[in-house]
Structure formats: C-alpha cells, structure tokens
C-alpha cells in the first residue's frame, strides 16, 4: 500500500497514532516532526523514497501535512532566538528563521504584522527604517552567538553571559508580545543589556570577579572598556542606549515603572546594545548584505 489511496482521516490516523508512540518512547517533538512522516512512510511499505525537493512522493507532502494539522506553529518552533518590534503602541513578534547557505531573505515575512500593517508600514519610511534596524539586531543575535569567533568561542564565561543576556532578551521579547504586563520586560531587558557588555569585557580576558568588583551595575563604564577592546564597538550610540534607561537595582524596587512605550523603546534598546556587541564577537553583521544599503535610524 503506497498510501495514495487513503483518505485524509486515515492518513491522520496513521500520524496520530505514530506521533503517540514516539511520544511514549521519550522522543521531543522537534523530533518527531522529521521521524513521524519517516515511520508512517515505511509502514506504508515506502522503503525508499526522497524527502523533499524533485521526486518527493505526494503523500508524503499530506502526511507532513497531518502532523502539522495537530500541533500549533511555535509547538513546533525549532528554537531560535525571538525579538520584538514596536509600531506605533503595538508590538510585533520577530521570529528569525533558520538559514543554512546562501539565500535571500525578506524581513518583513518574519514579523508578526498583519497584511494592513505592513503595507502601511512600507509607506513610512521612518517606521521601515526603524523595522529593518530591529530585524538585523535579532538576526546578529541569533545567528552571531552561535558563530562566535574561535578565539571567544573557547572562553567560558564570554559563551556564558553572551547566552544568558540573549535568553533575557528572549524572555523580554515574548513578554511584550505575549499580552502580558508589558513592564515585566522592563528588568530583562535591563539585565540582557549588562550581561552583554560583560561579555564584552569577558573577551578581553577579564575574569568574573574582576568584572564584578571592577564595574559592578556602571554600564556605562562597561562600555567604555568594551569599546576599547573592539575598535568598531559603537560605544556613542550605546551610551545613549543606557543613558536612557533606569538604574536596574532602584528599578526593582520602585512602584513607578516606565509606561507602554518607554518599555518598547528599551527592549529595542537592548536588542540593539546586545546585537553591537555580537558583532564584535562574530563575522555577522546583517545589514552589511542590505540592497540597497542603508545608514542606521535606529537607536538614534
């Protein structure tokens, strides 16, 4: 039985049933999304058959089909890194796909805008501009921190607090794009900021301790000694960046706490202080591919 002659609900069975039983065996579902069409395929009686691109056999396309039908789409997100853009009072999810080789890619696919907002968008400059700063900081993220260069790759503690200021970033961005109190952001973004420029310091070969007695929560001593180690740190825009922000230890504890949009304007903040420090760590620098290049809007 090739499976060309089953129904839809039969072929959804066939995957339920084989995504049940990897499931029992302890398999993730980012698993199962490529083992589940292998193991209704040979039970089928398709020993051999291609996978995707010239050859791939139609009912393979509908058992892909299936199982996606019962899973949501970040059920079975493969993980890598999130970030936020704000238009107006509104905040748009970023989701950085994953590329391997060379390819084109269009931002304004990856952003979680509907059809009106992002033609709307594309007729304001300014907020187009602002956008395309945004998409390239989480792309560097993304894809910069897992492409250390090999001298930082081998340090410790720079893999360490690179990681965890993208995880806060993370936590900010789904935070603000979550529906949920958008100043629970406020504190991550704070954090992913200073455990970037630590990172920074970590590079040049400065230890834990030292990093802590050394420039305990002064940011902007921070990025003085980091744009002393790396030339093409922009540390300007950077201090402008914290000078911004509020101090994250009496932010802790304060009841005021910034409004809707003071919030937006410092995730992107950090997305883009944490991004110019990636770059100095890695060979990425998205906008360097722009067509046509543009100057950076964003932060000014």
């Not at 193991?39 to 199982?67: C, Q, S, T, Y």
């Not at 030292?210 to 000694?225: C, N, S, V, W």
Request: with cysteine; charged share 25%; glycine share 8%.
């Amino acid at each position: 039985m090739t499976g060309d002659e089953l129904s839809d609900e039969q072929v959804l069975s066939l995957v339920v049933q084989a995504d049940a039983e990897l499931f029992k065996a302890g398999q993730d579902i980012r698993r199962r999304q490529w083992e589940v069409p292998s193991l209704v395929m040979r039970r089928l009686g398709n020993v051999g058959f291609v996978m995707a691109g010239v050859g791939k056999p139609p009912v393979l396309d509908r058992i892909e089909a299936a199982f996606k039908s019962i899973y949501r789409p970040q059920d079975l997100a493969m993980g890598g890194h999130i970030g936020v853009f704000m238009y107006r009072d509104i905040f748009a999810r970023i989701g950085v796909p994953h590329v391997f080789g060379q390819v084109s890619i269009n931002p304004f696919k990856f952003v979680d805008l509907t059809p009106v907002q992002l033609r709307i968008i594309q007729a304001e400059p300014e907020a187009m501009e602002t956008f395309l700063d945004q998409f390239s900081d989480v792309a560097d993220i993304q894809y910069g921190t897992a492409e250390l260069k090999a001298t930082f790759a081998k340090m410790e503690l720079v893999e360490r607090f690179i990681g965890l200021s993208r995880l806060h970033l993370h936590a900010a961005a789904a935070v603000l794009t979550g529906g949920y109190d958008y100043r629970g952001a406020v504190q991550s973004a704070l954090l992913a900021c200073e455990l970037g420029l630590k990172a920074g310091a970590a590079a040049q070969v400065l230890g834990e301790t030292e990093i802590k007695d050394r420039f305990g929560h002064r940011l902007g001593d921070l990025a003085d000694a980091v744009g002393q180690g790396f030339p093409g740190f922009d540390r300007d825009r950077v201090r402008r960046v914290l000078a911004g922000q509020p101090q994250y230890v009496p932010n802790r504890y304060a009841s005021a706490q910034p409004d809707r949009r003071e919030a937006g304007h410092l995730v992107m903040g950090a997305q883009y202080l944490v991004s110019e420090v990636v770059r100095q760590l890695s060979d990425r620098d998205f906008r360097a591919n722009l067509q046509p290049p543009l100057a950076r809007r964003y932060p000014a």
